[in-house]
């Protein structure tokens, strides 16, 4: 079945640099595409959203990009800090008026920040 | 404002026995959803509520599961004979629903199943 991907299992990066963690994602017909940071013994946590009809939107310190053309995801975490230490994960759905409201989650890149 | 919450947070049970996990949605959401991730693979859907109703059930693995959303309010999920294989993390997720643009999905603590 259609699935999203992740390249990178771990990020490892120092305090005060910017991350990227990158997402592939298969199936054309998603409209809708979600990033999520987990944090240990936690769910889920909502980060940020973004539409197929945009190709960039920004959040406190985030930033998500989406190229549609070679389906491709990354979210962009400015002057990481030792809290964004997390799994991270992309997901996609189709829009909210097909009534398919499943979730397709990647495998997760964990980010580790060091000081 | 109360997020999702589910119960148990820890389950262990034995192969053949029914364990039932429950999850509160957030007050006011509509829709619910399972999801679990089983074996360090990828977080899979299972089922989505909207209220009472089953809208989705595409991802529940087989008829051992089980899904009521009696009142449209909580959801519990039974599995009865559970396995070994039906070990991991279950989420549960509520939404607002509607006909927006986004319905973003909030998503529980999750409950650790451990079949032995």
């Known amino acids: 079945g259609e699935s999203v991907g992740l390249h990178l299992p771990t990020l490892s990066v120092q305090e005060g640099d910017n991350s990227i963690i990158n997402c592939a994602y298969s199936n054309s017909a998603s409209d809708y595409f979600i990033w999520y940071k987990q944090e240990s013994g936690k769910g889920p946590q909502f980060i940020i959203d973004i539409r197929s009809n945009m190709d960039k939107r920004q959040g406190q310190r985030v930033t998500v990009l989406l190229n549609k053309t070679v389906k491709h995801l990354s979210l962009q975490i400015a002057a990481t800090q030792p809290g964004d230490s997390a799994v991270y994960f992309c997901a996609e759905t189709f829009p909210p008026d097909t009534g398919r409201r499943a979730l397709t989650f990647g495998s997760g890149t964990r980010l580790q920040v060091q000081p | 404002e109360a997020g999702v919450t589910q119960f148990p947070s820890h389950s262990v049970i034995e192969k053949g026995q029914t364990v039932t996990l429950r999850c509160d949605p957030i007050?006011?959401?509509?829709?619910l959803y399972w999801y679990r991730r089983v074996m360090g693979k990828e977080i899979k859907f299972l089922l989505h509520f909207v209220k009472e109703s089953k809208q989705d059930e595409s991802g529940m693995p087989n008829n051992r599961f089980l899904a009521e959303r009696t009142g449209g309010t909580y959801s519990t999920l039974k599995v009865q004979p559970a396995e070994l294989e039906d070990s991991g993390v279950y989420f549960c997720a509520s939404s607002l629903g509607g006909s927006g643009s986004t319905d973003t999905q909030y998503f529980g603590p999750g409950t650790r199943l451990t079949v032995l």
């Open positions: 007050s006011g959401h509509d829709n």
